[in-house]
């Protein structure tokens, strides 16, 4: 197959259908999470709204052919968020939706953090902190050189910002002028433990990236309408890479989970998942 036969392009889709299945992407990680006794919900339901925007919307790649040349590489590089990747991927028709039942358990597919030898869908194992940016850098260079069409995008946590690695990958970036590039960063303000803020600080995040050669553009990470058009007029600054600064709320959707550190992982109680799905819109249990 020609490296220029782009995957298939994804059907126009109304701004209402994806805050329903970012909903739905929000409701299935919060099951999976519970059966499994463990995960990282707050980090899961700040980028669900993310999700849901790149791949039921502007993403080209074809769930039938995961590995399809042409596809756009998406490389989630804060790989805790692992559930609302899995039911993202899911949703999508990579894999039938009932196979994340055995999310975390022994020996299944679906670990703790994405592999890509084990699920269909996923472009790069992930989670070591500080390492899709770079692998993203590596892709979409790789593309320049084939001359092919195909566009790179990465997400990343703020915290994670904290790895040296992710600068490293950013200078170069720039210095290849790599504008098949765009940098999603889950701008939640929490990490592990604490505020990003008072653990080493990143402000002023957008400076610091135009200072490294970025386009830049800041935007509430949770208005599915103002990500579309964000993505859609790519690059931001023709010959420069893109950086979209998404401002997020860790546990979007959950009272007892925003803005709540000590949701950055955890489990939930059957009550409280009880509590979350009907607040998510969805009255008991599956």
């Known amino acids: 197959m020609n490296m220029q036969q782009l995957a298939r392009v994804p059907p126009r889709i109304s701004v209402e259908e994806l805050r329903r299945r970012a909903c739905g992407i929000r ?22 709204d993310i ?13 039938a052919d995961p590995r399809h040349p042409g596809r756009d590489r998406f490389i989630l590089s804060k790989g805790h968020s692992s559930a609302s990747y899995y039911a993202t991927l899911a949703a999508a028709g990579f894999f039938p939706e ?10 299944s597919a679906f670990n703790g953090h994405p592999d890509r030898n084990k699920v269909p869908g996923v472009e790069a ?7 899709g940016l770079p692998i993203g850098v590596g ?26 690695s992710n600068w490293e990958a950013a200078m170069a970036a720039a210095h290849h002028r790599l504008d098949n590039l765009v940098l999603i960063v889950d701008r939640n303000r929490l ?20 200072a490294f050669g970025w386009g830049v553009a ?39 989970m925003e803005g709540r550190v000590e949701w950055h992982h955890g489990h939930l109680s059957s009550e409280q998942l009880a509590q979350a799905l009907f607040e998510l819109g969805e009255a008991g249990l599956d």
């Open 27 to 48: 409701r299935r990680s919060l099951q999976m999470i519970h059966r499994a006794g463990f995960g990282h919900p707050g980090s899961d339901l700040s980028c669900a």
């Open 51 to 63: 999700l849901a925007v790149l791949y039921f919307a502007v993403l080209r790649l074809d769930p």
């Open 98 to 107: 009932q196979e994340l039942d055995s999310y975390l358990q022994p020996l």
């Open 125 to 131: 194992s992930t989670g070591a902190l500080g390492h």
């Open 139 to 164: 892709a979409a260079l790789a593309a320049k050189m084939d001359g092919a069409p195909w566009r790179v995008f990465v997400l990343t946590g703020d915290g994670e910002l904290q790895e040296g």
């Open 191 to 210: 990490q592990q433990g604490d505020a990003t803020e008072r653990t080493v600080r990143l402000e002023p995040l957008g400076e610091k990236f135009r």
């Open 218 to 256: 800041e935007v509430d990470g949770h208005d599915h309408g103002a990500l579309l058009s964000l993505f859609e007029r790519r690059p931001l600054l023709a010959g420069q890479p893109s950086c979209v600064i998404a401002h997020t709320l860790k546990g979007k959707g959950v009272s007892f």
